[in-house]
């Protein structure tokens, strides 16, 4: 087989050698079942899910750019290998793929390798949460099978851990994609032998690789979808016909910073709200999106489905709602002019920091959630005086909204996590009954 080292150009300039090149995927699969290429001891474990292996194949099929492998000699001049510190997911996915099969996570899980606890404690309210521990598995488990793609699927196919595929784009590949198709690479050659050296360079190299290569940020990532339908940007923007923003100069303080409120945010928990079967307690809405770390794929969902794109997960969750049905030939446009005044009108009787933002998520959820789902999704529009009478008594739209406000900075448990799912949805019901109260 030729080796890495052989077919590589030399990059003089670095004071490691880095080379670059490319292989077929079917090059890759030959390497990591004979050893040629192997995983360091703090490579993390497998993680993508099959919908992720999905989209890499997709991507690769499409002649879409795919991140190169990055790959660096072991030399300590006894033992001599090479390392993947780079792509461990794709390269996993590429022999999963090839084999048809997958490892079944729960079959993998183990109390040995629990989650580090950390202060996020938001979901602990969600009552569809499962158990997930982690998953202790590599491809490397499944070279204790053999070599060779029969060795490995006689032992898969009566292994219960294991699950064969019933994707038609991973099943439908043929040995002619894996042997036409490409991955690049680049290759690290140290310029030194001694172990204590190049240990500690690779794995600064592989911190460096994972800890500082940037995710894109939300706003960014949701750019790349809803850019894709022009006539839809000004719509998950939050902007008016004129370019105006419908927020106005309204900010959030976050991290001790005035911050963007996040405009999708509201249009998606809304959307399910708007057609939910539980209004009273809105406890079918976010369900499953309990942790911080997941509520960003809500989000992101809401925009592909109403694009109508493929979603990230649990696929069903805005089905119930229809957005030509909700805004007939574009309806949302001139609601977000009314809405957009409306903030105006309202905006006086908030107490804002510097006039401009809300201390906290809480308050401007109290004040937003009621305010947009009226006027945006019901087609309402404000009382001009924002006043009610209760039991003889003059009630105002601030005293109804900070009443709940003070009541929740009362509460032990709110003063814990103000953000947990069960008080967003409580601030959510509460803020829309509330403005039903001063809305025509």
């Known amino acids: 087989m030729i080796t890495l080292e052989t077919i590589l150009k030399k990059n003089k300039d670095m004071e490691n050698k880095v080379y670059y090149g490319e292989y077929t995927l079917m090059h890759w699969i030959n390497m990591m079942l004979t050893g040629n290429i192997v995983l360091p001891d703090y490579q993390r474990h497998f993680v993508w899910r099959e919908k992720d292996v999905k989209r890499l194949l997709q991507s690769l099929s499409d002649g879409q ?80 099978y053999g070599k060779s793609k029969l060795e490995i699927l006689s032992k898969m196919r009566t292994d219960e851990r294991y699950i064969k595929t019933e994707d038609t784009l991973i099943s439908g590949l043929t040995d002619e994609f894996f042997n036409k ?94 057609v939910s079967i539980r209004p009273d307690d809105a406890k079918d809405v976010m369900v499953g999106y309990s942790a911080y770390g997941s509520r960003e794929s809500f989000y992101a969902d809401y925009v592909s489905y109403i694009l109508g794109i493929e979603q990230e997960d649990r696929t069903d969750k805005f089905e119930r709602f229809s957005f030509d049905r909700f805004f007939p030939n574009g309806a949302w446009k001139e609601r977000f002019t009314k809405l957009r005044d409306a903030l105006v009108k309202v905006k006086p009787l908030i107490e804002l920091k510097d006039k401009t933002s809300f201390n906290a998520w809480y308050e401007a959820d109290y004040w937003l959630f009621g305010l947009i789902y009226q006027i945006l999704f019901k087609g309402t529009e404000l009382n001009d ?45 509460v803020s829309c009954n509330i403005f039903e109260h001063y809305v025509h």
């Open 65 to 144: 750019f795919v991140q190169p492998v990055t790959i660096a000699l072991y030399n300590d001049g006894t033992t001599k290998q090479n390392l993947i510190l780079d792509g461990q997911q794709r390269l996993t996915s590429l022999l999963l793929a090839y084999l048809g099969y997958f490892p079944d996570k729960k079959k993998f899980e183990t109390g040995e390798c629990a989650k580090v606890a950390s202060e996020d404690d938001s979901a602990a309210d969600d009552e569809s949460k499962t158990s997930s521990e982690g998953f202790l598995w590599q491809y490397s488990d499944l070279l204790k």
């Open 181 to 274: 198709t490409y991955l690049g690479f680049s290759y690290v050659v140290p310029d030194t032998a001694q172990v204590t050296e190049v240990q500690k360079s690779f794995s600064q190299m592989f911190r460096n690789i994972n800890y500082f290569g940037k995710k894109l940020e939300p706003i960014d990532s949701r750019k790349s979808l809803y850019y894709q339908n022009q006539e839809l940007i000004k719509y998950f923007e939050g902007k008016c016909d004129d370019g105006t923003d419908v927020f106005g100069n309204l900010r959030i303080i976050e991290d001790l910073q005035p911050s963007k409120i996040d405009f999708v945010r509201y249009l998606a928990i809304l959307s399910q709200y708007v």
């Open 385 to 429: 005086d924002l006043r009610r009478v209760v039991r003889g008594k003059m009630r105002t739209l601030r005293d109804d909204v900070e009443r709940q406000v003070r009541d929740d900075r009362s509460d032990i448990a709110f003063s814990k996590n103000a953000n947990r799912i069960g008080f967003i949805r409580k601030r959510l019901v």
